[in-house]
């Protein structure tokens, strides 16, 4: 007879599985050098992509880094950023009006929005290059970590700011030593969050990057769009590695049990 | 020799209330001031605009010779205790205790000695490595007095510090409190609504209500004032053992 916990074991197993199958597919996929329907298996293998992918010498490269530097940026700004300004509205007396605009982006849909905003993109210079899509980007993931760490700021927290002033701390001591530490976890999962948000954001950046900047997520559908599966396989590849290694570094704060 | 804090003709308002109305106090160097009054009568907002933490509408705030106006709050050395412990939920024991001289980066061997040593005092011996939630209520606030009293602040404001605990925590707290203030030489401002606590904590007593502060010169001048129950205790404990 199989025991509960066997039964959870097994349960869990099955569903990784599911989820590492794909991933596993795309892996086979990109180092496949023919592989065509109906054969369960390619007939052979080239690492050929991946080598020329690795010396640099191909533009899936360049948006791999540009999406990095995209998404670290927006995934840094709005986690600091975030956090800094949550406190400032939480305490605010007019709490509640900025909390309801914090929401007003999801609301009205990021696309749309970005699209009512786009005139003044132009008009700022701020079209088809790199820092116009972390702007643009920044539209979602600041307001999303606001809303994220409006919970955190609590009356408890405020009292215990005020205790920290009376025993001599200055303003960034109390943020070195108690808010940043206490916050850690949720910090952690804005980050990852943000990033996130960022690294597969498809529409907003078509939009404000005017074709110009060629995120890795735009490669995956550019490579879709031309049938050019065994390169798709690749830029995906590439594509789902960092949040797996994020997940994987990160799974000791996001999963662990707090104080 | 000069007082550690004087508070002259002190006024706040909150929209149409005036919850302190023209306030006077003077705070001798080495004594617990009890200040008595109901809940809702405005003594944490004394004690906060004290601390820095609330500016009053009027009046002056002296820290010594100085005038309160002129140091930001972490300059006062004052610091203020709040009901609820509040320690830090990511430091254990020993390092929520030695806060306060982490913040001045004292030399790490003398923190480690002065904190050990408050760790002592406190009674809670073999617990600077426990991490606040494995702590008990009293215990709790034990931690909470260390970490303020090791910075050896000029004046201490304890917002009713024990108005969380049990009975039998409570009066444990109370002469814990007592011993380390007569051994650390502590000025304090001691704020409750219990009569009987104010008598046992405080060397002399204060009374807010409606605004106003009146100050008792001693213990006794604020029995024999009337502005009390304690009369009406007295005569409650004397009709139950006459009964008995």
Same mark, same amino acid.
């Given at each position: 007879?199989?025991?509960?916990?066997?039964?959870?074991?097994?349960?869990?197993?099955?569903?990784?599985?599911?989820?590492?199958?794909? %991933?596993?597919?795309?892996?086979?996929?990109?180092?496949?050098?023919?592989?065509?329907?109906?054969?369960?298996?390619?007939?052979?293998?080239?690492?050929?992509?991946?080598?020329?992918?690795?010396?640099?010498?191909?533009?899936?490269?360049?948006?791999?880094?540009?999406?990095?530097?995209?998404?670290?940026?927006?995934?840094?700004?709005?986690?600091?950023?975030?956090?800094?300004?949550?406190?400032?509205?939480?305490?605010?007396?007019?709490?509640?009006?900025?909390?309801?605009?914090?929401?007003?982006?999801? %609301?009205?849909?990021?696309?749309?929005?970005?699209?009512?905003?786009?005139?003044?993109?132009?008009?700022?210079?701020?079209?088809?290059?790199?820092?116009?899509?972390?702007?643009?980007?920044?539209?979602?993931?600041?307001?999303?970590?606001?809303?994220?760490?409006?919970?955190?700021?609590?009356?408890?927290?405020?009292?215990?700011?005020?205790?920290?002033?009376?025993?001599?701390?200055?303003?960034?001591?109390?943020?070195?030593? %108690?808010?940043?530490?206490?916050?850690?976890?949720?910090?952690?999962?804005?980050?990852?969050?943000?990033?996130?948000?960022?690294?597969?954001?498809?529409?907003?950046?078509?939009?404000?990057?005017?074709?110009?900047?060629?995120?890795?997520?735009?490669? %995956?559908?550019?490579?879709?769009?031309?049938?050019?599966?065994?390169?798709?396989?690749?830029?995906?590849?590439?594509?789902?590695?960092?949040?797996?290694?994020?997940?994987?570094?990160?799974?000791?704060?996001?999963?662990?049990?707090?104080? | 020799?000069?007082?550690?804090?004087?508070?002259?003709?002190?006024?706040?308002?909150?929209?149409?209330?005036?919850?302190?109305?023209?306030?006077?106090?003077?705070?001798?160097?080495?004594?617990?001031?009890?200040?008595?009054?109901?809940?809702?009568?405005?003594?944490?907002?004394?004690?906060?605009?004290?601390?820095?933490?609330?500016?009053?509408?009027?009046?002056?705030?002296?820290?010594?010779?100085?005038?309160?106006?002129?140091?930001?709050?972490?300059?006062?050395?004052?610091?203020?205790?709040?009901?609820?412990?509040?320690?830090?939920?990511?430091?254990?024991?020993?390092?929520?205790?030695?806060?306060?001289?982490?913040?001045?980066?004292?030399?790490?061997?003398?923190?480690?000695?002065?904190?050990?040593?408050?760790?002592?005092?406190?009674?809670?011996?073999?617990?600077?490595?426990?991490?606040?939630?494995?702590?008990?209520?009293?215990?709790?606030?034990?931690?909470?007095?260390?970490?303020?009293?090791?910075?050896?602040?000029?004046?201490?404001?304890?917002?009713?510090?024990?108005?969380?605990?049990?009975?039998?925590?409570?009066?444990?707290?109370?002469?814990?409190?007592?011993?380390?203030?007569?051994?650390?030489?502590?000025?304090?401002?001691?704020?409750?609504?219990?009569?009987?606590?104010?008598?046992?904590?405080?060397?002399?007593?204060?009374?807010?209500?409606?605004?106003?502060?009146?100050?008792?010169?001693?213990?006794?001048?604020?029995?024999?004032?009337?502005?009390?129950?304690?009369?009406?205790?007295?005569?409650?404990?004397?009709?139950?053992?006459?009964?008995?």
């Amino acid at each position: 007879m199989i025991s509960t916990t066997s039964r959870f074991t097994y349960i869990a197993r099955a569903i990784a599985v599911t989820f590492l199958f794909p %991933v596993a597919f795309l892996l086979l996929l990109s180092i496949s050098d023919s592989w065509i329907f109906p054969e369960v298996l390619p007939e052979s293998l080239t690492f050929e992509r991946w080598i020329s992918l690795m010396n640099g010498n191909t533009d899936l490269f360049s948006s791999l880094i540009l999406s990095l530097g995209i998404a670290f940026s927006v995934a840094t700004i709005s986690t600091f950023g975030g956090f800094y300004v949550s406190k400032h509205l939480a305490y605010h007396p007019k709490r509640n009006l900025w909390m309801r605009l914090s929401y007003f982006p999801f %609301v009205l849909s990021p696309i749309i929005y970005a699209a009512l905003l786009y005139f003044y993109f132009i008009r700022a210079g701020l079209t088809g290059n790199m820092l116009g899509v972390i702007l643009g980007q920044l539209l979602i993931a600041f307001p999303y970590s606001v809303i994220l760490f409006s919970g955190f700021w609590s009356k408890r927290i405020q009292n215990m700011e005020q205790l920290v002033k009376t025993l001599g701390g200055s303003r960034w001591q109390t943020y070195r030593r %108690v808010f940043l530490p206490m916050a850690q976890g949720l910090l952690l999962v804005c980050f990852f969050q943000t990033f996130l948000i960022s690294w597969f954001e498809y529409g907003l950046t078509t939009l404000i990057g005017v074709g110009k900047v060629q995120t890795l997520t735009l490669k %995956v559908f550019q490579y879709i769009n031309e049938a050019n599966f065994y390169n798709a396989a690749l830029s995906s590849s590439l594509l789902v590695l960092p949040p797996i290694i994020l997940l994987y570094f990160n799974k000791k704060y996001l999963f662990k049990k707090r104080w | 020799m000069v007082n550690p804090l004087k508070a002259e003709q002190i006024t706040k308002s909150f929209g149409n209330e005036q919850v302190l109305k023209y306030l006077n106090l003077e705070l001798h160097k080495y004594e617990t001031l009890s200040i008595l009054g109901r809940s809702g009568c405005g003594k944490t907002t004394l004690l906060k605009i004290l601390a820095g933490l609330e500016p009053p509408d009027q009046g002056t705030i002296w820290i010594g010779d100085k005038n309160m106006e002129s140091l930001s709050t972490y300059q006062r050395e004052i610091v203020y205790l709040y009901q609820e412990a509040l320690l830090f939920p990511h430091l254990n024991v020993f390092e929520n205790i030695a806060f306060g001289l982490r913040l001045d980066k004292i030399e790490e061997k003398i923190i480690t000695k002065r904190t050990n040593k408050m760790i002592n005092q406190l009674e809670l011996d073999g617990m600077q490595d426990k991490m606040p939630h494995q702590l008990s209520g009293g215990q709790q606030q034990r931690v909470s007095f260390g970490r303020a009293l090791i910075t050896d602040p000029n004046v201490l404001l304890l917002d009713e510090p024990f108005g969380s605990l049990d009975a039998d925590t409570r009066t444990s707290m109370q002469q814990l409190f007592k011993r380390i203030a007569g051994e650390m030489d502590i000025t304090a401002i001691f704020v409750t609504h219990n009569v009987k606590e104010a008598i046992l904590m405080g060397d002399r007593i204060a009374k807010l209500d409606n605004g106003n502060l009146t100050m008792f010169d001693s213990i006794e001048a604020f029995v024999r004032s009337g502005e009390n129950s304690v009369q009406e205790e007295i005569d409650f404990w004397k009709n139950i053992s006459e009964k008995q």
